[in-house]
């Protein structure tokens, strides 16, 4: 019988299914890594809503912060509008359903957490990545032997019945 220690030389990262190891042995970082892909899903789709709330009339009074089909806002031109509208004022100076406060919420409630969450998730996905790696590379046989039958026993016999 071949020692499976033999082949760590060599590493164990392009046997091991990544997802695997994140599934078995790291559920703690994949859930909260997860959970803010989820979030920003969550940002994503209140951005959507807002630009749905926009009748076409609407939608023609801010052509300046709209793309040219009207499907989506520009950021930049969002930005130099919310800071001229928070020149003085505050978000709740202006009517909920109104043109100012839907551009005020797309900025501060929408981009600003967007933003911040997706720098989030790219920075805590490149950990996983590494940490995923670092796991695989530093499994124990038994650990290895457990792995691969959940790979090729297990999952195969799933899928088949």
Known sequence: MIKISKFKKDGWVEFIPFDLVQEELLQGETAALKEKEERLAVVAS???????????????????????????????????????????????DYAEESNERRLLEMK????????????IVKIDSAKLHSLTKETIEN???????????????????????
């Open 46 to 92: 209140e951005q959507q809503e807002i630009l749905d709330s926009l009748s076409e009339e609407d939608k023609e009074e801010l052509t300046e912060v709209l793309n040219d089909d009207n499907t989506a806002f520009l950021a930049g031109p969002v930005a130099k509008f919310s800071k001229e509208l928070l020149n003085g004022h505050k978000v709740t």
């Open 108 to 119: 501060t409630l929408c981009w600003t957490k967007k933003k911040k969450l997706k720098k």
């Open 139 to 161: 499994l124990t046989d038994k650990q290895v032997c457990e792995l691969l039958e959940k790979k090729w026993i297990t999952h195969t016999y799933q899928r088949n019945t």
